[in-house]
């Protein structure tokens, strides 16, 4: 843990990301014309914690309670067989479901596309959503299949050996996005 | 390779993870699609030497609903009648590409060997009078879904212990989960080594009752009787069956289990079999969510995620 610190450098801390959650509701607001008929969905564990808080600002700005839940996708992967089988996170749908609305995915880092894509079939499973979009706290790029983020905290450009960590204080004591070089090993 | 043969063999960690994983999963039968992706391409064969209703249906169910392919294969009417061993049935699917079996056995340790013969997992759908892990895994899913807890319980495991697989497993998972369990049953019907299990016995089921959280009726498994154990149906039911009277001694919160398939009137009345306080219906849709979580950390990954080695 302490040699990877060393070659850690927040790029975002506490404040930045309160603003980059901010302007991502207002966001939501704007291009759904007023977040009428949207509901979040974070993808465990962090992801759906930034849906919980994208949806609390949603209410503080325009008094609107958006339906906010969480899908895991671990049984949708298409890496499962690389890795020993590993706990499932939770899937809580709103009570009035997902059909006929504009589901918002919200992961923390956006990377090879690969989770969005095992979350795009999860959600198939579960309804039939008028339309999808995206948001995500990084674009760290890289990646290999067509998907693109429709709200963005931050664009990060990295290398391959880098390594994205999202610390959020409900789940890690604190709020920081980190960049971790991996040449130590 | 990894395999889940015996309860004993799950330690506290595994036992969670495979709690927990359900949990989750019970969330996708409520759902209208009620199938995941997660073993597509994968073959799993219920190999049954013995019949049995409502594990091979669970088996079969679970595997289904994770996508995986599932070979049914039942000794009445196979090459088993004509003389094949069990070895050679094995290497036959071990050659069609198993990646599990699931197989119930009559003889103990049947499921043991059969690990040592083929690469896949192995699953132990019940064998002999040995265990029947499962099982005490949708046992144990069952009380904490209705009681919120396992640690501290008092559970009563009431009846034929001596031809029972299902006690020996529950024995060893709840003791494993930090519950109690009291073995009620005549001397006759306790097996010989019961003073080495991880639990209390008792003769006299008045005296256990009022304790209990959980009491679990097992079936007098008339099939597996070779002698008599017990004077009569009769004197058996009156002593040991749970009857509408014992049932009111229970406190308020008390489940009553049944493994199931069930001797109405003779170890469970059939009042208390229906009463909103037997788990016995809930216990038959909990195995489904139990094996599907047993299938996806034997299957779903690169290597199993739990179970001893064999």
């Known amino acids: 843990m302490s040699d990877v610190q060393n070659q850690a450098h927040a790029v975002l801390e506490g404040p930045d990301i309160h603003r980059a959650l901010t302007r991502i509701a207002h966001e939501i607001l704007e291009r759904t014309k007023g977040a009428e008929s949207v509901v979040l969905l974070g993808i465990p564990t962090r992801g759906a914690t930034l849906a919980r808080r994208l949806a609390e600002r949603i209410a503080q ?18 890496d499962l067989r690389l890795r020993p089988a590993r706990p499932l996170g939770r899937t809580e749908l709103p009570p009035d479901g997902v059909d006929g609305r504009t589901v918002v995915l ?57 390594k994205v960590k ?5 789940t890690d004591g604190r709020d920081a996005v980190l960049l971790i070089k991996e040449e130590a090993r | 390779m990894r395999h889940l043969i015996s309860a004993g063999e799950l330690s506290r960690d595994d036992a969670l993870v495979i709690l927990d994983t359900a949990e989750e999963l019970a969330r996708v039968s409520d759902r209208s699609i009620k199938k995941l992706p997660t073993l597509r391409g994968r073959t799993v064969v219920n190999l049954f030497y013995e019949d049995s209703t ?30 094949e061993s069990l070895k050679d049935t094995a290497l036959t699917l071990e050659a069609m590409g198993a990646d599990a079996v699931v197989i119930r ?36 899913y069952s009380m904490r879904r209705r009681l919120g807890r396992l640690e501290g319980l008092k559970v009563a495991v009431v009846g034929d212990v001596l031809h029972s697989r299902v006690a020996r497993s529950n024995v ?38 009022p304790k209990s959280d959980v009491v679990m009726m097992l079936r007098v498994q008339l099939e597996r009787m070779n002698a008599s154990y017990f004077p009569s149906a009769r004197e058996y039911s009156r002593r040991y069956g749970l009857d509408r009277d ?17 001797n109405r009137g003779m170890e469970i009345s059939a009042e208390v079999a229906d009463s909103p306080r037997s788990t016995i219906v809930e216990q038959v849709g909990n195995g489904v969510t139990v094996r599907m979580a047993v299938l996806y950390l034997l299957l779903g990954g690169s290597e199993p995620a739990i179970g001893g080695t064999a």
């Not at chain 1, 700005?61 to 958006?66: A, C, I, Q």
């Open chain 2, 105 to 140: 056995h009559g003889a103990s340790g049947a499921p043991h060997r059969l690990a040592t013969w083929v690469h896949g997992s192995v699953v132990n759908a019940g064998d002999g009078t040995h265990e029947h892990p499962t099982q005490a895994l949708l046992d144990a």
């Open chain 2, 172 to 209: 060893l998972l709840l003791h494993t989960l930090g519950a109690e369990v009291t073995l009620v049953a005549p001397p006759t019907l306790l097996p010989v080594s019961v003073e080495t299990w991880p639990c209390q016995v008792s003769y006299d089921l008045d005296a256990v009752l």
């Open chain 1, 106 to 162: 919200v992961d923390d880092v956006l990377f090879s596309g690969r989770t969005v894509r095992a979350a795009l079939d999860a959600l198939n499973d579960v309804g039939r959503p008028r339309a999808v979009q995206l948001a995500t706290l990084v674009d760290r790029g890289h990646r290999e299949l067509p998907i693109r983020a429709d709200y963005v905290g931050k664009n990060l450009p990295t290398s391959k050996a880098e």
């Open chain 2, 246 to 262: 014992r049932f009111a001694r229970l406190h308020d919160e008390a489940i009553v289990m049944h493994p199931g398939p069930m």
């Open chain 2, 54 to 83: 409502r594990t091979r249906i669970s088996f079969e169910a679970a595997a289904k609903r994770l996508s995986a392919d599932v070979i049914n294969f039942s000794a009445k009417g196979s090459s088993v009648s004509k003389g």
């Open chain 1, 61 to 78: 700005f325009e008094g609107l309670k958006v339906p906010v839940g969480s899908i895991d996708i671990t049984m949708y992967r298409d």
């Open chain 1, 166 to 170: 999202v610390y959020l204080e409900e």
